[in-house]
């Protein structure tokens, strides 16, 4: 259980690192060069502070409703009730 869990968590980490290059770089950077300009940097701050804050509400929002299911599947454990909801072996895209 606790190995489904590290790869759901690692699988969790790369998706959001994944989400954060695509949406805030393109965002915040529209001429890629050698360097980042300040108004690049804290564009690029910002933008991952409010991504990585969707993300937490998302993931709570969710970890929240796979326990409510699992109480309704009569107490199943809620990483099975979540491997069942993705369809995978723990991990899930929540984006």
Same mark, same amino acid.
């Given at each position: ?37 300040? =108004? ?26 796979? =326990? ?6 009569? =107490? ?20």
């Amino acid at each position: 259980m606790k190995q489904i869990q590290a790869e759901a968590a690692m699988t969790n980490a790369r998706a959001l690192m994944s989400k954060l290059n695509e949406h805030c770089f393109d965002k915040c950077i529209p001429t890629p060069g050698s360097s980042l300009s300040s =108004g690049e940097q804290s564009c690029l701050s910002t933008c991952m502070e409010k991504y990585i804050s969707m993300w937490n509400t998302t993931s709570r929002t969710y970890i929240a409703r796979v =326990g409510k299911e699992s109480k309704k599947m009569g =107490g199943q454990d809620p990483a099975t009730v979540a491997a069942m909801a993705t369809g995978s072996s723990g991990g899930s895209s929540l984006l």
